[in-house]
């Protein structure tokens, strides 16, 4: 009955997340006041229990990134990489997708994707705004890129670093069996968006005047500060890439970067503390604890055990429920708490299979499934949730239907394709 009680409270809090009658944040907060009352979530299950409670590691990843970009715009980055796009991009807009669609896709690999959109989407937004037209299709492609992206390395996208803690995964291993897919995949999405946006990106900018004339090293405001900062930013990445020989946590290696960025550049705190993404954090927070609740009360065990019965011992009958209903649970609860949640479930899949590590398909398919899921809604990763976050502080608010009926278009293609990969690689 708990059980029944707990989705029913999550089902109400989903709704009025996607429906926009509250604020998200409220109805997530509302969402955690109930599991509250069902006894679901107390203060040592939310703040102090890593598998129902608030993941400190994304918040305190997220929170010393953002740090770091604030400290990045005051030295004019962002306007440098704006005209640099623009005189690049010049009057196509469909150009300009492919550029920003190509800086994500090299970033998002080297970085994890949720720091690439804290970097990539200011910039986006500031070249939209000069050439006035609509942000709506740069926004997507942003997002998309960075989650077919997010499918590259181990460090890219958060839930492959749940996974290969778990599955003994390593850098190499992503390389290997993820990077073939993304890049595949990265292909069929820039056709795909072409095809979705073809109205706005076949239109002209109107105001050709604003392309005249640009010079992006005048927007350089401090070139000494701007060294010292890409340097930290530099050793920062290095620090990602090397986290398990360095046996720090991303979140470290972030607060780590965060403070020296801010004492090289002798930033005051409110400077950069202004741009730090406070309602995508409470957000994240209260996401957690629901879905939390959800754990609790037994619900996505009680899924995952279907799902593993349902296998019957069969990898591809086992690769297919992962992949797909990843797609579909993902979606729904952001795919980090969802990975956290079903990954000692898939472990125990993988234990009743032949193979382990990164010979069983059945990891492959978890991975791709919860990496591809975070296109489909607006909150199904935590890519999505900071675009959207800074596009509507800075005035271009996307709802969240707006950007779900072009994600469910690109989540369903990735995963038939997904599934292609996933057939012929370890079953045909």
């Given at each position: 009955m708990i059980a029944y009680a707990a989705a029913a409270v999550f089902l109400i809090s989903y709704a009025l997340i996607a429906t926009e009658k509250v604020h998200k944040i409220a109805a997530a907060l509302g969402g955690v006041a109930g599991m509250v009352l069902l006894g679901q979530v107390d203060a040592h299950s939310a703040f102090f229990n890593e598998h129902t409670g608030i993941d400190w590691n994304v918040l305190f990843l997220l929170f010393g990134m953002m740090i770091v970009v604030s400290v990045l715009r005051h030295t004019g980055l962002f306007d440098f990489l704006a005209l640099w796009i623009m005189r690049r991009a010049g009057d196509h807009p469909a150009r300009l997708m492919y550029l920003l669609m190509a800086v994500t896709a090299v970033a998002s690999p080297i970085l994890d994707n949720v720091t690439t959109m804290l970097l990539v989407t200011p910039v986006a937004l500031d070249v939209c705004d000069r050439l006035r037209i609509s942000a709506l299709p740069h926004l997507v492609a942003l997002i998309c890129t960075a989650n077919v992206g997010g499918l590259t390395t181990m460090i890219a996208d958060p839930p492959n670093i749940i996974i290969a803690s778990r599955a003994g995964l390593d850098f190499d291993d992503f390389l290997i069996h993820s990077l073939p897919l993304s890049l595949i995949l990265l292909v069929i999405l820039a056709g795909l968006l072409r095809l979705m946006f073809r109205k706005q990106l076949n239109v002209r900018v109107a105001d050709e005047h604003v392309l005249v004339d640009i010079l992006p090293r005048t927007?350089?405001?401090?070139?000494?500060?701007?060294?010292?900062?890409?340097?930290?930013?530099?050793?920062?990445?290095?620090?990602?890439?090397?986290?398990?020989?360095?046996?720090?946590?991303?979140?470290?290696?972030?607060?780590?970067?965060?403070?020296?960025?801010?004492?090289?550049?002798?930033?005051?705190?409110?400077?950069?503390?202004?741009?730090?993404?406070?309602?995508?954090?409470?957000?994240?927070?209260?996401?957690?604890?629901?879905?939390?609740?959800?754990?609790?009360?037994?619900?996505?065990?009680?899924?995952?055990?279907?799902?593993?019965?349902?296998?019957?011992?069969?990898?591809?009958?086992?690769?297919?429920?992962?992949?797909?209903?990843?797609?579909?649970?993902?979606?729904?609860?952001?795919?980090?708490?969802?990975?956290?949640?079903?990954?000692?479930?898939?472990?125990?899949?993988?234990?009743?299979?032949?193979?382990?590590?990164?010979?069983?398909?059945?990891?492959?398919?978890?991975?791709?499934?919860?990496?591809?899921?975070?296109?489909?809604?607006a909150v199904a990763a935590g890519a999505n949730v900071v675009v959207l976050g800074v596009a509507a502080r800075r005035g271009t608010p996307i709802s969240f239907w707006q950007f779900t009926r072009y994600g469910l278009i690109v989540t369903a293609v990735s995963i038939v394709v997904a599934w292609g990969y996933v057939w012929l690689r370890y079953f045909a």
């Amino acid at each position: 009955m708990i059980a029944y009680a707990a989705a029913a409270v999550f089902l109400i809090s989903y709704a009025l997340i996607a429906t926009e009658k509250v604020h998200k944040i409220a109805a997530a907060l509302g969402g955690v006041a109930g599991m509250v009352l069902l006894g679901q979530v107390d203060a040592h299950s939310a703040f102090f229990n890593e598998h129902t409670g608030i993941d400190w590691n994304v918040l305190f990843l997220l929170f010393g990134m953002m740090i770091v970009v604030s400290v990045l715009r005051h030295t004019g980055l962002f306007d440098f990489l704006a005209l640099w796009i623009m005189r690049r991009a010049g009057d196509h807009p469909a150009r300009l997708m492919y550029l920003l669609m190509a800086v994500t896709a090299v970033a998002s690999p080297i970085l994890d994707n949720v720091t690439t959109m804290l970097l990539v989407t200011p910039v986006a937004l500031d070249v939209c705004d000069r050439l006035r037209i609509s942000a709506l299709p740069h926004l997507v492609a942003l997002i998309c890129t960075a989650n077919v992206g997010g499918l590259t390395t181990m460090i890219a996208d958060p839930p492959n670093i749940i996974i290969a803690s778990r599955a003994g995964l390593d850098f190499d291993d992503f390389l290997i069996h993820s990077l073939p897919l993304s890049l595949i995949l990265l292909v069929i999405l820039a056709g795909l968006l072409r095809l979705m946006f073809r109205k706005q990106l076949n239109v002209r900018v109107a105001d050709e005047h604003v392309l005249v004339d640009i010079l992006p090293r005048t927007a350089i405001t401090d070139t000494a500060m701007l060294v010292r900062c890409l340097v930290v930013l530099g050793l920062t990445i290095a620090a990602f890439a090397l986290h398990p020989i360095l046996s720090l946590e991303p979140s470290i290696i972030a607060l780590m970067g965060a403070g020296a960025i801010v004492v090289v550049s002798k930033t005051k705190p409110e400077q950069f503390l202004v741009d730090v993404e406070w309602a995508t954090l409470a957000f994240f927070a209260a996401l957690f604890m629901l879905v939390g609740g959800l754990v609790h009360a037994g619900v996505l065990d009680n899924v995952g055990r279907l799902a593993a019965n349902a296998m019957g011992g069969d990898e591809m009958v086992g690769a297919a429920w992962l992949l797909g209903g990843s797609a579909i649970f993902g979606a729904l609860v952001d795919n980090i708490p969802y990975t956290t949640a079903l990954t000692p479930v898939v472990e125990q899949m993988v234990a009743a299979t032949p193979h382990s590590g990164a010979h069983s398909p059945l990891w492959w398919a978890f991975v791709f499934g919860a990496d591809l899921s975070g296109n489909t809604t607006a909150v199904a990763a935590g890519a999505n949730v900071v675009v959207l976050g800074v596009a509507a502080r800075r005035g271009t608010p996307i709802s969240f239907w707006q950007f779900t009926r072009y994600g469910l278009i690109v989540t369903a293609v990735s995963i038939v394709v997904a599934w292609g990969y996933v057939w012929l690689r370890y079953f045909a």
